[in-house]
């Protein structure tokens, strides 16, 4: 498994597992996300956009943004796995961000796996490889897991884009979000999975 990619399963793990902080400075709840993707929900947990989901069967629920205003049980063509898990088809879901969670503002619609939203990555440069070693840059992020939380900053991946640069992506890059990042890590590329809506 590549440096990136456990990178990415540690953080797939630590989203199923808890959500943003209530102490979260929201960013400007009036600008409308949108997002492509499946939902699923665990017992007792709220449903969630699906950034990373876990390889398991039945799975064991999904990476990704919190999701208020949306009953899965009434999505047509829901999935009821036997561990009591959730899972919709692939839905375009548009809402409010409030730093912790994408607040609906209508009725998911769906939508075709072909539509599923694509996170912009990093261009590394060819040939690079990945240390053993934790770069010191990506040892500060996994650090800073709980001041990341308070300040509404839900981490979905991140790797060393080159040497020098770190990639960071976030549920929502508004610019109080890329601020923080940039005055906390220096040479960072941020992007956000949520995209503006319109």
């Known amino acids: 498994m590549s440096g990136r990619s456990a990178v990415l399963v540690v953080l797939a793990g630590i989203v199923a597992c808890g959500s943003v902080a209530h102490g979260a400075a929201p960013p400007s709840p009036q600008v409308l996300y949108t997002v492509t993707s499946m939902v699923m929900q665990k017992p007792g947990e709220a449903p969630r956009a699906c950034y990373a989901t876990p390889l398991p069967y039945p799975p064991i629920g999904c990476g990704g943004p919190d999701l208020n205003g949306i009953d899965l049980r009434s999505i047509p063509g ?105 005055k906390r890590y220096g040479s960072v590329q941020v992007s956000g999975w949520l995209q503006p809506a319109g």
């Open 78 to 182: 829901v999935t009821s796995y036997q561990n009591g898990v959730l899972a919709t088809p692939v839905l375009r879901l548009v809402g409010t961000w409030d730093g912790r969670a994408l607040r609906l503002t209508g009725a998911p619609t769906p939508a075709a796996m072909s539509e599923v939203t694509q996170a912009a990555q990093c261009a590394q440069k060819p040939g690079a490889t990945s240390s053993p070693d934790t770069p010191a840059p990506m040892q500060k992020v996994i650090d800073d897991e709980a001041l990341l939380k308070s300040h509404g900053v839900m981490l979905l991946e991140f790797y060393m884009c080159n040497e020098n640069t770190l990639f960071l992506l976030v549920a929502v890059a508004d610019p109080t979000t890329v601020a923080f990042l940039t």
